[in-house]
Structure formats: C-alpha cells, structure tokens
C-alpha cells in the first residue's frame, strides 16, 4: 500500500505575500473552501500577528473549512504565538507553525545571537506552543544552508519538545536536489526520535530547482510537502502543487499518494490566477495554457494517432476539457455559466447578468473569447463599485501628430473632464487624469502583458504607484491598451483613498 503525502498549502499565506497579490477576507474564504474541495490536508490561512486583517482572516477560514487542518504562522515569539492561538480557536483542527532561523548565517546576522541560544529558544516555543494546541510544525528557517549535524540537533530537541511536524526550508531556493535530500535522508538516519514527527519539505524556486528539491526530500523520506496553487511565492515562487501531485501520479513506481482530487486542478489554477491577478505563465507545467498544446507537425502526428506519444497526462485528469465550449457572441447566459462555474467561478444571477452584459460588448469586439478574457470580466465586475469610475476615454496619435487624450470621470458620484497632450497616448491619457485627480502619485511600475493571442487579443497592465510613502498596485485588462494602462491607474487611485488591505 502506497504511503500517504501530506499536501501543505500555503497559498494563502506564502503565496500572498507576492506584492500585489493581497486578498480580502472574502476571497480568501472562497480559496480556502477551494482547497478544501481539492482535498489538501492543511491550509496555512496567514500569519496572525503581522496584521488585523490577517488575524482575521485566519478566524474566518477557522470557521468556514471544516476537514483541512488550519494552520497559522508565528515567529518563536510569545506574543505571535498567543496571538496565533488566539486567531486558530475555531478551528475544527488548529495547527501553530513557529520557528526560528538555524543556519549561521541568520544566526550571526539576523539575531546577532549563537547557536545554543538559538536551540533553547527554538525548545521553548515549542513548548510554549504545545500548551495551545496538540499539533505544532517547527520550522528551522533557512535549513537549506545549515550545518547538517547542528540542524539534527535542533530537530531532536524541537520534536522532544513537543513538535508533532517539523519543516526544513531551502529558504532561498540555494539548494541542488541532491544536496537537499541528503539533508533529509541524513535527518531521517541521525534522529533518535524522528519517527514521532513528521518531516516536511518548503522549496523556493530561486534558481528554478524548488519542484526537484521538494521531489528529492520526499524520497528520502519526507512525508509533508508545502506547497502553493501555481507555484506562486516570494521571490521566484514556491513548490507548485499541480507539479508534486502530478509527478507523484504519472510515476507509478514512486509509491507515494495524495489525496487530492486532480480534476479540481485547472479550475482552482484559474481562480487563484484571476483573485491574485498574477496570470500564469503559457508553458508553465501542468497548467499553463501551452501544457497541452502541440504545433510542430511531428508532435501532433503523433498525437493525433495516439496521444500518449506526446502526453504523459491526460488534459482531464487535471480538469483541463480537451473539448471545450467555444464563447462567442452568440452564446447565452447558460454557457457563459457552465464555462465560469468550470473555471471555480461562482455567480448569482445578478452577478451573472452584470458580467454577461460586460461580455456580449466584448464578444462583439472579439471573434472568440478565452478562459482568460471571461476571467478578466469577472474581475472588472468584482471591483466595480469604486470612488473613482471612467466614464469615456478618447486617445489620438499617429505619425506627425502631437499625441492627445480627454478623459471623463466620476469621482465620488461628481462628472469632471479633463484632455492633455503626451510623449504618447498612454502618456498623454495618464495626464489628462492626473489634471482631476493631482499628481501626488509616482508611477514605479508599468507592465503590459498579452494574456490571449491575435491582434484583438485582451492585454493586462500591472502598475505600482507611490503615494506618501505607502506603495498601491493597480491592474487593468482590455483589448485597448491605453484603456488597461488608466484601468490599472485608475484601480491604484482607488486603492489609495480607501487604504485599504491591498496596500502595502
């Protein structure tokens, strides 16, 4: 019988911390019920103390999720931890997750402190943790880079202590594959007690090796994984979900097992992808739009006589519909639904008919629209109520022509008008609003990005503005790039008046 493989998501937590990536409490709900449907078996749901409304979107997920244990993210801290317990107290099944830095580096630099230091406060927030809950994952950051024999030590001393998981980070994404699960097998061999906890794997991707080092600690005896949808992360990323649960499946002599239902994989993908606006990339494994795609003639010759020629998975088990319904113009309210429900998008009639208006304008302007335009529209109905709205938008340039651009807004339920001149038409429209609203905002950030194909493909515009000191991003999609550019602009003006949680 197969052993079975912890499936650690962090998505919420770790996957969050991607500037601009932010959700609310709602969104964060509708994620983790998401998970919990995929069948992970614990949600890292934030990190308690480092925010109000991270406290309280830990209590909310506490409550709304019922088979996942709920795990929350403490420093080895006292007062993070006792705030962790605080925010974990409805769950069905609390886990505290504490820990301290473990490689020299840390040690010396960040805590200006010594190795036995280190361990006896690493023991004492175990301990201390223990008295709050059953379940505590230590996490020996930055293990990737610490002395084996030191780090045995502390994982003898935190599982004595009580830890019922303990987490071994290649924090920086430094380690080889085969350097890091000799790290764990040197664990699993030089432990007295390890068999009283479980070890996990948490893999960054700095150097594009996170999924082969998580692979490599889980054959050498790791039985946990940390994990996000789309591999989304700090830096570079984590581990992707979609890779471990996927590698684990096609490789039937690995005798290894999730218990994550496949089928759930591309939805929730898409979902993450449009909450978060952070579009995944076309070749990205597994869920990228170009996984099952094949051009050269070769390849789909050999596909189309057998498509295990070419494909190793089959597009279905990942939830990917090889015969997908084709939108258009002249499609109705029920296959509009029938495609977003597919994608782990859920509307009520009311949403439904707002979105649906947004998409015939669009479909009239597009032969045929994608996965990701429909999200595009979910996401403009999602913010729609907002202090400032475009109301128009006019955009002239051409060869020889000074470039000019009038826009029309309301703000605060006020018309106001205004036209500029630019070194182009997103200069000259950026402008044009800048003479209603001030410019006190500095734009650090424009990134245009396509997210379908062709000429009347839809493009996103990611953008990051600093406002007294406090940065805002703001994302706009539409087939009209100038149009993205002030959507995105516009959407980081109205982060700014609200300060709300998306600022950071």
Not at 353 to 361: N, R, S
């Amino acid at each position: 019988m197969s052993e079975k493989v912890y499936i650690f998501d962090t998505t919420l937590r770790d996957g969050e911390q991607v500037p601009g990536c932010q959700l609310n409490t709602v969104e964060k709900i509708h994620v983790a019920k998401s998970l919990e449907a995929l069948g992970v078996d614990v949600i890292e749901a934030g990190f308690p103390i480092s925010s109000p409304g991270d406290f309280q979107s830990v209590v909310e997920i506490s409550k709304a999720v019922t088979e996942p244990v709920v795990c929350a993210l403490s420093r080895a801290v006292e007062k993070d931890i006792e705030t962790a317990a605080q925010a974990l107290r409805h769950a069905k099944r609390g886990r505290i997750h504490t820990g301290i830095g473990t490689s020299d580096s840390h040690i010396r630099f960040k805590f200006n402190s010594n190795r036995e230091e280190i361990l006896e406060r690493a023991v004492k927030a175990v301990k201390f943790a223990r008295r709050f809950t059953d379940d505590v994952e230590f996490y020996a950051e930055d293990a990737g880079r610490t002395d084996n024999g030191y780090l045995a030590r502390v994982v003898e001393a935190v599982i004595k202590a009580g830890a019922t998981v303990v987490n071994i980070p290649d924090t920086t994404g430094y380690c080889l594959p085969a350097e890091y699960g000799a790290k764990i097998r040197f664990l699993m061999d030089n432990v007295d007690c390890i068999d009283r906890a479980v070890i996990s794997t948490h893999c960054h991707n700095d150097l594009g090796m996170a999924t082969a080092n998580t692979m490599a600690g889980l054959l050498n005896g790791a039985r946990q994984c940390e994990v996000t949808m789309n591999g989304i992360g700090e830096r570079a990323g984590n581990t992707a979900l979609e890779e471990i649960v996927m590698i684990l499946r096609s490789h039937k002599d690995i005798d290894l097992e999730t218990g994550i239902d496949s089928r759930r994989i591309y939805p929730i993908s898409r979902m993450v992808s449009n909450l978060m606006n952070m579009p995944v990339q076309a070749n990205k494994a597994i869920v990228g739009r170009n996984a099952f795609a094949h051009s050269s003639g070769i390849h789909q010759d050999g596909v189309l006589k057998n498509a295990s020629t070419y494909e190793i998975i089959d597009p279905q088990d990942v939830g990917v519909d090889s015969n997908s319904i084709v939108l258009t113009a002249r499609s109705g309210h029920a296959a509009l639904k029938f495609r977003l429900e597919s994608l782990g998008v859920h509307l009520d009639k009311e949403q439904l008919d707002t979105v649906y208006a947004a998409f015939l304008k669009l479909a009239d302007s597009k032969k045929e629209l994608t996965d990701d335009d429909i999200l595009m529209l979910v996401g403009q109905q999602r913010s729609g109520n907002r202090r400032i709205k475009v109301e128009w938008l006019q955009a002239t340039s051409g060869v020889g022509i000074k470039p000019t651009a009038s826009i029309g807004l309301e703000v605060d339920g006020r018309k106001v008008e205004a036209a500029a001149t630019g070194n182009g038409p997103v200069d000259a429209s950026v402008n044009a609003l800048r003479k209603i609203v001030g410019e006190d905002t500095n734009i650090n950030e424009f990134t245009i990005q396509g997210v379908s194909r062709g000429t009347d493909d839809c493009c996103k515009v990611h953008m990051q503005v600093e406002n007294q000191g406090r940065f805002y991003y703001g994302f706009g999609t539409s087939t009209d790039i100038v149009t993205a550019s002030i959507d995105a602009y516009v959407d980081c003006l109205n982060k700014c008046s609200e300060k709300d949680e998306h600022s950071v």
